[in-house]
């Protein structure tokens, strides 16, 4: 029962550039959290936005979040190589929990 | 990856056997997660509990089995039924099982099935 989906799913860009991707969702959320993952490791939480704030910052991450659409995005600004990782939303769901989508996953050549 | 430990990092196992990863946190949390990842999925939720000597069966709950009687320890049993098992699995605890409550996840266990 998947409520987020990534967009795209498989992103690749040059070092220093800016990496957007998105994430698209079917019902009325509370709010949206981003997490990164490294290969073969667990997921970091990066952002939690809430469905009443549209944009928030964290260093050079910027998510906006859309309700009228239901997608957010995430922006990675000034891409480095350390950025190289699949990155998830997850949104809230039935009974309280999250529920994370497929990912997309960046590459950052160098 | 914030005082959670899983064990082992890669396990294998024949067929028919069961195996049991282990997943300990320091963090003091009331929840705990267990999910499973396979190649280009994302993550499916396993099991979760709320507090000790309490546990949910989660979206794909068949063929596991779980136990909670530590805070620390929320140990996954991967038993005979479970049909595909070879995959990644992921422990995660929360302060909470809020939907604002951020998971922190362990590095997670590779499990292959010979």
């Known amino acids: 029962s998947q409520q987020g989906e990534e967009d795209p799913q498989a992103l690749s860009i040059q070092e220093g550039e800016n990496a957007t991707m998105n994430c698209s969702y079917k019902?009325?959320?509370?709010?949206l959290q981003w997490y990164r993952q490294n290969s073969g490791r667990g997921l970091v939480h990066l952002i939690l936005i809430r469905s009443n704030e549209r944009e928030k910052h964290s260093g050079r991450l910027r998510v906006t979040l859309d309700t009228s659409k239901k997608s957010s995005s995430l922006l990675i600004t000034a891409s480095r190589a350390a950025d190289t990782a699949s990155y998830f939303c997850a949104t809230d769901a039935r009974d309280d929990k999250i529920i994370f989508g497929k990912g997309t996953r960046l590459h950052i050549l160098p | 990856d914030g005082g959670i430990t899983q064990s082992p990092k890669y396990l294998f196992r024949k067929e028919g056997q069961n195996v049991t990863l282990s997943c300990e946190q320091n963090l003091n949390h009331d929840a705990m997660y267990w999910y499973r990842q396979d190649p280009g999925q994302g993550l499916r939720l396993i099991y979760y509990s709320q507090i000790v000597n309490d546990f949910q069966k989660g979206d794909i709950a068949e063929g596991y089995s779980v136990s909670r009687e530590k805070k620390e320890s929320f140990p996954l049993t991967v038993t005979s039924a479970q049909k595909n098992p070879t995959a990644f699995y992921l422990c995660?605890?929360?302060?909470?099982?809020?939907?604002?409550?951020?998971?922190?996840f362990g590095p997670g266990t590779r499990l292959t099935v010979l």
């Open positions: 019902t009325s959320i509370n709010n």
């Open positions: 995660a605890s929360s302060i909470g099982v809020g939907a604002t409550d951020t998971q922190y």
